[in-house]
C-alpha cells in the first residue's frame, strides 16, 4: 500500500520560512517525479514544483509564483521529497500536497496546511 505523508506545515510571519516533507512508504521516492502542489481556498490545485527522477537527473522546474523563494529536494536514504519555502507571502497560504505520477499511477498525500500571516 502506497502512503505519502506530509508534514512541516504550520502558521509563519510574511518573510519566514517553512521547510515540508512529504515521506512515502509502500513506493521509492527516487525513481520517480515528484510533484508538490498547492490548493488556495477558492482557487483551482495549483503546480508549484516538481523534481524529476534520479535517473533524469533530479532537475526541478518550478512556478513563476515560487521560482526564487522555494527550493525542491530528495533524500533519497530516507525516501522523502522536501520543500524549502523562503520569504513566504500571505499569498502562499494553502493546503500543499505531495503527488507522485507516471503513466501508471497518480498517488497524493494528505495535504499540509500552511498559513502565512502578513
Known amino acids: 500500500q502506497v502512503q505519502l505523508v506530509e508534514s512541516g506545515g504550520g502558521l509563519v510571519q510574511a518573510g519566514g520560512s517553512l521547510r515540508l516533507s512529504c515521506a512515502a512508504s509502500?513506493?521509492?521516492?527516487?525513481?520517480?517525479?515528484v510533484n508538490w502542489y498547492r490548493q488556495a481556498p477558492g482557487k483551482q490545485r495549483e503546480l508549484v514544483a516538481n523534481?524529476?527522477?534520479?535517473?533524469?537527473?533530479?532537475?526541478?522546474v518550478y512556478a513563476d509564483s515560487v521560482k526564487g523563494r522555494f527550493t525542491i529536494s530528495r533524500d533519497n536514504a530516507k525516501n522523502t521529497v522536501f520543500l524549502q519555502m523562503n520569504s513566504l507571502k500571505p499569498e502562499d497560504t494553502a493546503v500543499y500536497f505531495c503527488?507522485?505520477?507516471?503513466?501508471?499511477?497518480?498517488?497524493w498525500g494528505q495535504g499540509t496546511q500552511v498559513t502565512v500571516s502578513s
Open positions: 503527488n507522485v505520477l507516471s503513466r501508471w499511477y497518480d498517488y
Open positions: 523534481i524529476t527522477s534520479s535517473g533524469s537527473g533530479g532537475s526541478a
Open positions: 509502500g513506493i521509492i521516492l527516487r525513481i520517480n517525479a
